[in-house]
């Protein structure tokens, strides 16, 4: 449950500026997303992505999409002067929430090596860490 004077709504192509920098103002979020790329990522998964604002601020948000198969939450932010108010817990849920009304039944974050608060988070949540795999990537 928000608290007072808070409120949760989908994020939007045009909350691009505000989100990106909120995000590479949290310590251990890399971001790198062209507004192109967000709006390709909110066009595909409706809904999924979310904002949390107080007044005309921008308190958190996250980036949610999934590819039919497993679900993905990337650049999860809270503004550090609205932190420990459950914020971060309460966009997790409703990505959570909108993944199992698709069908979703599996979500995969990535954490950056060395981000010990967002390890702590995630486990404090419940989430386990996969030691089974290791990541490739490619550019294009």
């Not at 999860?76 to 609205?82: E, I, Q, S, Y």
């Not at 817990?89 to 993944?99: G, P």
């Not at 599996?106 to 989430?127: H, Y």
Request: charge should be neutral; aromatic fraction near 8%; proline fraction near 3%.
């Amino acid at each position: 449950m928000l608290p007072p004077g808070f409120s949760l709504s989908a994020m939007q192509v045009e909350d691009y500026a505000e989100v990106m920098a909120l995000w590479s103002a949290c310590e251990g979020v890399r971001v790198n997303e062209s507004p192109e790329e967000l709006k390709r990522i909110l066009t595909r998964n409706p809904e999924l992505s979310a904002v949390i604002r107080t007044e005309d601020q921008l308190a958190a948000a996250v980036l949610c999409c999934h590819d039919g198969r497993r679900g993905y939450l990337y650049h999860l932010g809270v503004a550090a002067k609205f932190r420990k108010q459950g914020l971060a817990r309460e966009l997790v849920e409703h990505c959570l929430a909108r993944l199992k009304a698709e069908g979703i039944s599996r979500c995969t974050i990535f954490v950056i090596a060395g981000n010990e608060s967002g390890e702590a988070f995630w486990r404090q949540t419940g989430w386990r860490e996969r030691v089974d795999l290791k990541m490739f990537a490619r550019d294009l």
